[in-house]
C-alpha cells in the first residue's frame, strides 16, 4: 500500500513514516514509477517500532534491534534490559507508594514513615 494508506492504518503521520525511512528503521520498496510501497511486512515492522517508542526506545535503539546485522546490537539490547529492569523496579516502588498514601492517615506525608521511605 502506499504510504498515506500505511500511515492511516498505523494511525501516524507520513512524515514519519519518512524520517523512519530516512533513519533506515523501515525502509518500504518502490513501485516502478517511485511511489513507496508498504507490505503487510513493513506495517509489522512499524508496529514494532510504535510499540519500542512506546516505552522510550530511541530510533537508533530501534533500528539496531530490528536489524539482525547492525554493529552494537548486542549491547543495544543488553542496556535496554537493564534500564527496563530499572524501570520495573521504580514501577513498582511508585505503585506501592501509591497504595500507601491512598490509605495514609498522617497529615503531613514527612511524618509518616513509610511515607517518608519513598523519598529515599
Ligand atoms: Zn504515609
Redesign the pocket.
Known sequence: MRIGDAAAELETAAHVLRHWEDEGVVVPGRTASGHREYSAEHLSRCRIVLSCQGVGMSLAEIRAILHRGEAGRASVIAARLVAIRAQRISLDSAEQFLL??RE?R?DF?TR?P??SEYAG
Do not use: L, N, Q, T
Open positions: 500507601h498514601v495514609c498522617h506525608m509518616c513509610e511515607c
